[in-house]
Nanobody, 119 residues
Framework: QVQLVESGGGLVQAGGSLRLSCAAS????????MGWYRQAPGKQRELVAT???????NHANSVKGRFTISRDNAKNTVYLQMNSLKPEDTAVYYC?????????????WGQGTQVTVSS
């Protein structure tokens, strides 16, 4: 059974920092591209950042220079360090695991963790 369990969300003032964690089980973690997505009320889910199995990262323009994604394959965990938080960063943050095979692909989501940034 695949589980992605996020933690680290909460309420923070603008300019503050949070670190999200996502612990994975039931998958070959090191073979997956891991990602963080977010969804604000009334908006579509959007990409925040991804990190490939080889460690290459991609960050959305809206978070570049403020957020950093990283992974620890020994701990089956992906992190999102969020600095200089803004009220517009308020959303539910979801962890994602994706793996491409020769035929097909697999994708899993966590349950989400709320991040609220007050002005």
């Amino acid at each position: 059974q695949v589980q992605l369990v996020e933690s680290g969300g909460g309420l923070v003032q603008a300019g503050g920092s949070l670190r999200l964690s996502c612990a994975a089980s039931g998958i070959i973690f090191s073979a997956n591209t891991m990602g963080w997505y977010r969804q604000a009320p009334g908006k579509q889910r959007e990409l925040v950042a991804t990190i490939t199995s080889g460690g290459s990262t991609n960050h959305a323009n809206s978070v570049k220079g403020r957020f950093t994604i990283s992974r620890d394959n020994a701990k089956n965990t992906v992190y999102l360090q969020m600095n200089s938080l803004k009220p517009e960063d308020t959303a539910v943050y979801y962890c994602n695991a994706r793996r491409t095979y020769v035929i097909g692909w697999s994708e899993y989501w966590g349950q989400g963790t709320q991040v609220t940034v007050s002005s």
